[in-house]
């Protein structure tokens, strides 16, 4: 791949970015070639060294997502921060995906259980419906469904605290700088 | 010498920006300067040169060169000064008691 190419390819994956950012990238490449070119260097060995540019970006993005992801603490960042790791590494998207079935799955639950806990007796109450159980049994089971639901609630809520808490720690380790560190000669 | 990945980032900031302070440098000209000392990828300097200034801690001016196109200078501003100040304030803290408990080692055997 020569510079042009190179750069070529860096323009397009930073299409989406503010102008301001995209100029300072496109520059920073730039000087980069300019002064290997001054070392010495091909293009091509030092579009080579760099790797693939749609990659570079990609992992420039996720780790500035998740830097602000960490600082901030605002659920919609996180959100973005995960998808652009994913993007990097798609068993990513493995590793959420149980968690948040869990999560999803004490969220309907609880919600169910809740209504069911809070309606049952009503329904029974007002249409005066014929069961085998007594009214303090309809109203127990009631009351106990709907705690049972507030208390599946709880916890599908402490799961999100839980896995907001672990998901920054992992993305912070996948975005560790070390895999494409480079000597400069 | 090997440093851990996380730690050698928080340092690289604090090396950048003393570097700053005593003269404006260009980009590659500090992965130049601090990779006499320290094995440093042009990879994280440029990106952290670009979050230093959107944080306001540099501005950036063009300066002609004889090898070619104008080449962009850092310059440290006074937020950025009075940040790299708090950062080796923090630097020294952690240095010393690093050193304490080494020292407190050697001392028992």
């Known amino acids: 791949m020569n510079k ?3 750069m070529a390819t860096v323009t397009l994956s930073i299409k989406k970015m503010p102008e301001e950012e995209k100029q300072d990238i496109l520059y920073d490449f730039e000087e980069y070639f300019q002064e290997g070119l001054l070392q010495g260097r091909t293009e ?3 579009a ?3 790797g693939n540019p749609k990659t570079l970006i990609k992992q420039m993005v996720a780790v500035k997502l998740v830097e602000q992801a960490s600082s901030s603490n605002n659920t919609q960042q996180t959100l973005k921060a995960i998808a652009s790791v994913i993007s990097l590494n798609f068993l990513t998207f493995l590793i959420f995906i149980l968690p948040l079935a869990l999560i999803a799955t004490f ?3 609880g919600v169910a259980s809740f209504l069911a806990g809070v309606s049952g007796p009503i329904y029974y109450f007002s249409n005066g419906i ?5 009214p303090l049994t309809i109203i127990l089971a ?3 469904a709907t705690l049972f639901g507030i208390l599946l609630i709880l916890c599908a809520r402490w799961l999100i605290k839980l896995l907001r808490l ?5 993305l912070q380790y996948k975005t560790r700088v070390s895999s494409n560190w480079r000597k400069i000669r | 010498m090997a440093l851990n990945i996380q730690f050698k980032k928080g340092v690289l900031e604090l090396c950048v920006m003393a570097l700053l302070d005593r003269k404006d440098y260009y980009g590659y000209e500090l992965v130049t300067e601090i990779s006499k000392n320290i094995e440093t990828p042009e990879n994280t300097v440029y990106p952290l040169l670009r979050r230093l200034k959107n944080d306001g801690f540099t501005t950036t001016y063009l300066r002609e060169s004889q ?3 104008p080449r962009k200078y850092y310059q440290l501003t006074d937020e950025g000064r009075k940040a790299k100040e708090e950062l080796m304030l923090e630097w020294g803290h952690f240095i010393k008691s690093v050193y304490n408990i080494i020292e407190g080692e050697c001392d028992n055997e």
Do not use: Y
């Not at chain 1, 014929?130 to 007594?134: E, N, Y």
């Open chain 1, 4 to 6: 042009n190419e190179f």
């Open chain 1, 44 to 46: 091509e060995d030092i």
């Open chain 1, 48 to 50: 080579a060294s760099l």
């Open chain 1, 107 to 109: 969220m309907i639950g």
């Open chain 1, 130 to 134: 014929l069961t085998p159980f007594g």
């Open chain 1, 142 to 144: 009631g009351i106990s």
């Open chain 1, 166 to 170: 672990s998901t920054m720690k992992f």
């Open chain 2, 67 to 69: 090898e070619g196109p």
